[in-house]
C-alpha cells in the first residue's frame, strides 16, 4: 500500500521501550481530543480519546495527556512493540465533539526496532 | 460487527471528469462524516451529515457534494475534477458526531 508517512517528523524506538508523541493543537476553544493510528492503506484506527475536563485519560498501554494552558496533547504508548509502527494524528474537535469535524494534525511516524 | 464500509477501493479518473463515491456507516450510527487525505498529510474535513441533514462543511469547492439516505449511507460527489483532486478519500460514522471510526478509504488518481 501507499505510505502514508511522507515527510513526516519520524519517532524511532527500540522494542520494548516506552514512545511519546507529541502534538500542539490550534484551536484554544477546541474541547475534545483523539488520538488516530494510521498504517499503510488504512483508514485512521481510533486510539483513544479525551476532554478537556480532564488532564490525563488511560487505556490499554496507552496515556494521554493534555495541557489546556501551552495547547499542547501527548500519547504515550508502554512497551512499544514492532505492531505499533504506524503514522499517529492527533485531531480536535470543539462543542464537546458534537460537531462531526475533526481537525488533525500533520502526524508523526512512529517507527519500531525490534 | 462490520465497520465503516466504503466503495469502490481505488479509482482512476481524467481531468473535468466526474466521480461518485460511496460509504456505508456502522449499524446504528446517524452521522456521516467526509474527509481528504493527500499524501503525507492528515485528512482534512470535508462535509458532516447527521440524519440525512448537512451538519458541517469544510473549506472545499462548490464541485464537492454529498448526501445521506435514509438507511444512513452516504455518497460523495465531486465534478470537474481536477489534477489536485487525487487523494484518499475518508468516510467516518459515528452516533452523533463524537468518537468517528473511519472506513479504509477510495483512493482517487486524476490523470
Known amino acids: 500500500g501507499e505510505s502514508v508517512g511522507l515527510h513526516l517528523p519520524t519517532l524511532s524506538v527500540q522494542e520494548g521501550d516506552n514512545s511519546i508523541i507529541n502534538c500542539a493543537y490550534s484551536?484554544?476553544?477546541?474541547?475534545?481530543f483523539i488520538w488516530y493510528k494510521q498504517e499503510s492503506g488504512k483508514g485512521p484506527q481510533f486510539i483513544i480519546d479525551?476532554?478537556?475536563?480532564?488532564d490525563k485519560r488511560q487505556g490499554q498501554r496507552v496515556t494521554v495527556l493534555l495541557n489546556k494552558t501551552v495547547k499542547h496533547l501527548s500519547l504515550q504508548i508502554a512497551a512499544t512493540q514492532p505492531g505499533d509502527s504506524a503514522v499517529y494524528f492527533c485531531a480536535e474537535n470543539y462543542d464537546g465533539g458534537s460537531q462531526g469535524n475533526l481537525i488533525f494534525g500533520k502526524g508523526t511516524k512512529l517507527s519500531v526496532k525490534p | 460487527d462490520a465497520g465503516v464500509t466504503q466503495s469502490p477501493t481505488h479509482l482512476i479518473k481524467t481531468r473535468g471528469q466526474q466521480v461518485t463515491l460511496r460509504c456505508s456507516p456502522i449499524?446504528?450510527?446517524?452521522?456521516v462524516s467526509w474527509y481528504q487525505q493527500v499524501l503525507g498529510q492528515g485528512p482534512q474535513f470535508i462535509f458532516q451529515y447527521y440524519e440525512k441533514e448537512e451538519r458541517g462543511r469544510g473549506n472545499f469547492p462548490d464541485r464537492f457534494s454529498a448526501r445521506q439516505f435514509p438507511n444512513y449511507s452516504s455518497e460523495l460527489n465531486v465534478n470537474a475534477l481536477l489534477l489536485g483532486d487525487s487523494a484518499l478519500y475518508l468516510c467516518?460514522?459515528?452516533?452523533?458526531?463524537?468518537?468517528?471510526?473511519f472506513g479504509p478509504g477510495t483512493r482517487l488518481t486524476v490523470l
Open positions: 484551536n484554544s476553544a477546541s474541547d475534545y
Open positions: 467516518a460514522s459515528s452516533l452523533w458526531g463524537n468518537e468517528q471510526f
Open positions: 449499524s446504528g450510527h446517524k452521522s
Open positions: 479525551i476532554r478537556s475536563n480532564m
